[in-house]
């Protein structure tokens, strides 16, 4: 499959230098993908996906040209290497634009990202699994009406991507994502929460362990109230320092972003713009991480990217443009949406380094607060002004939570949370966008009502 | 195309499935992006594939297919069927899909269809918005122009009978303007989609939408935060519809109810806002880019009364949600591409007009906040909680419109803030957007009149 997948890249990258394009690029792709839904504690549907597709990149001079087609077969391919250099024809000339990538050095080996169990499982075993998990729900709620919902999916793909200055890579990996979502409902109270693991390999995932948490976080969401607002210490857990840090500065350190103006630390380069106790780096290479990668989304190797030490900004995130433009090393960071986008750039594994202690000690350490344990909020990534909706969340006084609160709103901007960043725990989870333990900061604008 | 559907569905019935549907799809687009001048983006797509449902006794089975042979379609038919077939014993309740059959062939008639438009044509329109927005004023920092459009022409079969086929035509222009001045960064966005052909961005809106993004973001230079506390809000049109959208429409979505994940679970045909809140989803509305005829499992669409005199009256049906909770499927199943199943979406989702007019309503209120535009919500129809942040806004003292603010966020309860609602303006306006769920989007719009919601919690810096 492997070979197949890139001998279409490599051809489809020749077809285009026939048609006239000075430089061309092919990333081409082959997924199976398999996931079983679950509504109200019951199966509800089986998904299996196989998707396919090519999108060339042609460049003539400095004009860049895009077609992408959601099949495999020739005459597709054609008819979309064909439109990729009429559109360069067309544009207007990118003076910053210099060449596509080149590599002729040997490519990092990362180790992990493949596993066969997750490519052979069959409907009737993953149906099992997040049956699993939803019994575990179901079994630590009690005497309360619950509907669950969960979701296993799985992933099995080859990449490839040839250009026409000689880079020409494939790989495969896998990924297998579960969770289970539990909506609760009392005589005068409604709530739902959510636990969830994503794993490269199937034996890392505990449908018991996702099920049995789901049941507890629930639980502890009810009886939200809202509390008296004003400046108060937040402790972000791992999903939503996900989204905050993950997201929010993790979009921030994109040097596109950056070169345009358009992110919230363009002036900061080198500048001391987090709390001394946070680090944070990029990790390509990370064994079987979520994102890790042996090359970037135009083949280029992966590697290790210093973002902050000591609280200062060591770098940023650079693929073949951006690094061109600045003249500096590409940092491998090129990402794109498969085979039907351009690359832009995002993190890899996006690392913050743990310090000491879990939530609960984090909680005794700052007395009083918000545990922000959720929040699908994310920056303004031009101001940094943030305003997240607590999701799911705690007020805790004493050093003890006290009870969950709702309608609350945390009002901060991203160079504040960074700068009050004063302890990390060590409580480290994976998500989609980070590895991350606990975060607190010292003070935010919190708003309830 | 009638005979690959056929071959699908005729082998999905032989495996076993009670009820099999089809979405061929055809759909060819254009995304031409420029910054600062300069091409960023210049993409053409095809995508190309069928996506196949089958059922039997409460267990659903979904699958793609680009392999658009009788072969690759009988094969697939087959597969789906026996997946569906191997998780029946595990559903929790056993139930039939029902539901009306509809046949039809529909051609949608614009003046300029995209594919008789050059490249270069829709590069000039590119280009001039682009410059218009650099253009502005000297603070303008970075200008980002974004057109796109979409043909698709789908056909949607199913074993009930149902045979359609239509087209769509939506074009789509974005400009993000950013303006600086010292260490001071804002940011203008607007968007302007339609359903039509390249006429549609002939019109003088779009033409001038650079122009009108700069001005925007150059008035926010001179915007402050908004102090965050509990406020009476005169939400402007766009927020109006994101507020409808998020607190509202989500919880509507009839495939909420199987679930018991809303908390509208209980109240249908029940009071749930003041009596004179009417609240509306309409795909039939000529010309708008949530607009469609025939939903993506065929069924004809219609104008649903969500709310109508502050009861909640009707749901946005699925074929499945209609034949569960045996009520009239009306048309509102979608699917972003072939390679989705079809959910219950709402279309152009809107608060209906009512009789204030907008200036005595701010005039009216003593100590408020306006908020306008919009960044971005969300919400959690189990939970019942929603949050959406305004693109701007400005404080309202004594009646009267003063400070600008920007990013505030509003965050409430869906049974608590419509009844808060005590005041709707006689104005209406809609705004283009795409609508998330179950990762899959769909274009939408959302709007209304001017209104205002008393005592809500307004998250501010």
């Not at chain 1, 005497?143 to 919902?149: H, L, Y």
């Not at chain 1, 210490?233 to 840090?245: C, D, E, K, N, R």
């Not at chain 2, 329109?125 to 603070?139: G, M, N, T």
Request: hydrophobic letters at 35%; aromatic letters at 8%; charged letters at 25%.
């Amino acid at each position: 499959m492997k070979e197949q997948i890139l001998d279409i890249a490599d051809n489809a990258v020749k077809l285009a230098t026939k048609f006239g394009a000075d430089q061309a690029e092919a990333y081409t792709s082959f997924t199976r993908s398999f996931s079983i839904e679950v509504e109200n504690n019951a199966i509800k549907s089986a998904t299996e996906k196989r998707d396919g597709g090519c999108g060339i990149r042609a460049v003539v001079g400095k004009k860049i040209g895009f077609a992408y087609v959601t099949t495999l077969e020739e005459n597709d391919i054609k008819e979309a290497v064909e439109q990729a250099v009429a559109l360069a024809n067309a544009s207007v000339a990118d003076p910053d634009f210099v060449s596509l990538p080149s590599y002729e050095g040997s490519y990092p080996s990362v180790e992990g990202l493949f596993d066969k169990d997750v490519k052979d499982l069959t409907s009737e075993e993953a149906a099992d699994i997040v049956v699993r998990g939803v019994d575990s729900t179901l079994e630590n709620i009690k005497n309360i009406k619950v509907a669950t919902e969960a979701l296993l999916t799985s992933n099995s793909g080859v990449r490839a991507i040839a250009n026409s200055l000689g880079i020409s890579q494939a790989s495969e990996s896998t990924l297998i994502f579960m969770y289970s979502a539990p909506a609760i409902k009392t005589d005068d109270d409604q709530t739902t929460s959510y636990e969830f693991q994503i794993s490269r390999r199937l034996d890392e995932i505990d449908p018991e362990y996702i099920g049995y948490k789901a049941a507890q976080n629930v639980l502890g969401n009810l009886g939200g109230k809202s509390i008296e607002g004003g400046e108060l210490p937040v402790i972000f857990a791992p999903l939503a320092a996900s989204g905050i840090i993950g997201f929010g500065f993790g979009g921030a350190v994109n040097a596109e972003e950056v070169q345009y103006g358009r992110s919230y630390i363009s002036d900061a380069f080198g500048d001391q713009i987090a709390g001394e106790v946070l680090e944070i780096t990029d990790e390509g290479l990370l064994t079987a991480g979520i994102s890790s990668r042996p090359f970037d989304a135009e083949g280029y190797p992966s590697q290790r990217t210093e973002i902050i030490g000591s609280g200062v900004l060591k770098n940023l995130l650079h693929n073949s443009y951006t690094a061109n433009k600045d003249k500096v090393d590409n940092t491998g960071n090129a990402s794109r949406p498969g085979y039907s986008g351009l690359p832009s750039i995002s993190p890899s594994n996006f690392v913050v380094t743990p310090g000491n202690g879990s939530l609960d000690d984090l909680v005794d350490e700052v007395g009083r607060g918000i545990v922000c344990l959720n929040t699908g909020d994310r920056p303004n990534m031009t101001t940094g002004d943030l305003s997240a909706m607590v999701m799911e969340g705690h007020y805790f006084e004493n050093g003890e939570i006290k009870h969950p609160v709702k309608s609350t709103l945390i009002g901060i901007n991203m160079r504040d949370v960074l700068k009050r960043v004063t302890l990390v725990g060590s409580d480290v989870k994976a998500t989609f966008s980070i590895i991350s333990p606990s975060i607190a900061i010292d003070s935010a604008k919190i708003t309830s009502g | 195309m009638e005979d690959l559907a056929e071959a699908a569905i005729n082998a999905g019935l032989d495996a076993g499935a009670s009820f099999v549907d089809i979405r061929i799809e055809n759909t060819v687009t254009t995304i031409l992006e420029m910054t600062d001048g300069v091409t960023k983006r210049s993409m053409a797509s095809r995508l190309k594939g069928a996506g196949i449902r089958a059922f039997v006794d409460g267990a659903w089975a979904f699958a793609q297919n680009t392999d658009l042979t009788l072969d690759g379609m009988r094969e697939v038919g087959t597969s789906v069927a026996k997946l569906a077939i191997a998780t029946r014993e595990k559903v929790s309740e056993k139930f039939e899909i029902e539901g009306p059959v509809f046949t039809a062939k529909e051609k949608m008639v614009v003046k300029k269809p995209f594919q008789d438009v050059s490249i270069d044509d829709k590069i000039s329109f590119v280009k001039q918005i682009d410059k218009q927005a650099r253009e502005y004023d000297e603070r303008v920092v970075n200008t980002r122009t974004v057109y796109g459009d979409l043909w698709t022409e789908l056909f949607v079969v199913n074993s009930l009978g149902t045979s359609i086929y239509h087209e769509n035509y939506l074009p789509r222009i974005i400009s993000v303007v950013t303006a600086r001045e010292g260490n001071n960064r804002q940011r203008g966005f607007l968007s302007i989609g339609a359903q039509g052909g390249f006429e549609e961005m002939e019109k003088e809106r779009p033409q001038n939408l650079g122009t009108e993004a700069s001005k925007l973001a150059i008035d926010l230079l001179s915007s402050k935060a908004a102090e965050g506390g509990v406020y009476d809000v005169v939400m402007d049109p766009i927020l109006n519809g994101v507020m409808v959208h998020e607190a509202f429409g989500h919880a509507a979505e009839a495939d909420n109810w199987p679930a018991h994940a809303t908390v509208l679970e209980d109240k249908v045909g029940e009071c749930v806002g003041p009596d004179n809140l009417n609240l509306s989803d309409d795909p039939t509305m000529p010309r708008e880019r949530g607009s469609f005829s025939y939903d993506w499992e065929g069924t004809k669409t219609r104008k649903r009364h969500l709310v109508k005199g502050g009861i909640l009256t009707e749901l946005l049906h699925s074929l499945e949600t209609a034949s569960r909770l045996d009520m009239e499927p009306n048309g509102a199943a979608r699917a972003q591409s072939f390679m989705y199943p079809p959910l219950p979406r709402m279309s152009n989702t809107f608060m209906e007009p009512g009789d204030w007019d907008k200036d005595e309503l701010i005039v009216d209120t003593k100590n408020g906040i306006l908020l306008c535009g919009f960044n971005y919500g969300y919400t959690e129809p189990a939970k019942g909680q929603f949050m959406f942040q305004a693109n701007y806004g400005y404080m309202i003292q004594n009646g009267e419109i003063g400070q600008m603010v920007r990013d505030v966020s509003l965050a409430g309860q869906i049974l608590e803030v419509l009844p808060k609602i005590d005041a709707i303006a006689n104005d209406f306006e809609l705004d283009s957007g795409t609508c998330g769920k179950g990762g899959q989007g769909v274009p939408d719009m959302t709007g209304g009149p001017h209104a205002r919601i008393i005592q809500v919690p307004v998250g501010g810096m």
